[in-house]
T-cell receptor, first 114, second 110 residues
Framework: DTEVTQTPKHLVMGMTNKKSLKCEQH?????MYWYKQKAKKPPELMFV???????INESVPSRFSPECPNSSLLNLHLHALQPEDSALYLC?????????????FGSGTQLSVL | EDQVTQSPEALRLQEGESSSLNCSYT??????LFWYRQDPGKGPEFLFT???AGEEKEKERLKATLTKKESFLHITAPKPEDSATYLC???????????FGIGTKLQVIP
């Protein structure tokens, strides 16, 4: 199984809503990532978890809150988002989060904030 | 700050018409350069990793090469199913951070 599964595929939320994005992998990978990608732009790194510990936070606003309950699961909790947060949110995993490891991406959650 | 520049931004080819995509980079201490393919509404899919200048890797109609300042993705006799956005990315210094270029959107016309 070389899949990273993200749910939901699409999400529409208001600025006062609280929602969560979920990501799951069963490849035994110990590093998991959240990327944000706006239309016609490259993916931008948000967070990295390595061995279930947050190792990188790219100065992301606190309205985005990551959580890694175990080595297979990664959540992104959303609260009080702004319309400019509308984007494709991509989860990825890699073997250990080390040098030159290829990333396995999920298909993403297309988020629209109204 | 690591920088990755890809050109052209868009490329339209006839089926069978070979071409090359360019990725130039400015990093301190390159650990690896990656090529990914991304289809609309999907996550990037890994193609190649290149580690050092002079290295080449091939997969079907694709061949990636690396120099000290840039990488090329050569596409030989492309087919319509090769249509996608091709992303170049670099990993340097802080090894968990991968910086992506804006990509080249390739369209292959039958």
């Amino acid at each position: 199984d070389t899949e990273v599964t993200q749910t939901p595929k699409h999400l529409v939320m208001g600025m006062t809503n609280k929602k969560s994005l979920k990501c799951e992998q069963h490849m035994g990978h110990r590093a998991m990532y959240w990327y944000k990608q706006k239309a016609k732009k490259p993916p931008e790194l948000m967070f990295v978890y390595s061995y279930e510990k947050l190792s990188i936070n790219e100065s992301v606003p606190s309205r985005f809150s990551p959580e890694c309950p175990n080595s297979s699961l990664l959540n992104l909790h959303l609260h009080a988002l702004q319309p400019e947060d509308s984007a494709l949110y991509l989860c990825a995993s890699s073997r250990e989060g080390g040098s030159n490891e290829k990333l396995f991406f999920g298909s993403g959650t297309q988020l629209s904030v109204l | 700050e690591d920088q990755v520049t890809q050109s052209p931004e868009a490329l339209r080819l006839q089926e069978g018409e070979s071409s090359s995509l360019n990725c130039s980079y400015t990093v301190s201490g390159l650990r690896g350069l990656f090529w990914y393919r991304q289809d609309p509404g999907k996550g990037p899919e890994f193609l190649f990793t290149l580690y050092s200048a002079g290295e080449e890797k091939e997969k079907e109609r694709l061949k990636a090469t690396l120099t000290k300042k840039e990488s090329f993705l050569h596409i030989t006799a492309p087919k319509p199913e090769d249509s996608a956005t091709y992303l170049c990315a670099v990993q340097a210094g802080g090894y968990q951070k991968v910086t992506f270029g804006i990509g080249t959107k390739l369209q292959v016309i039958p």
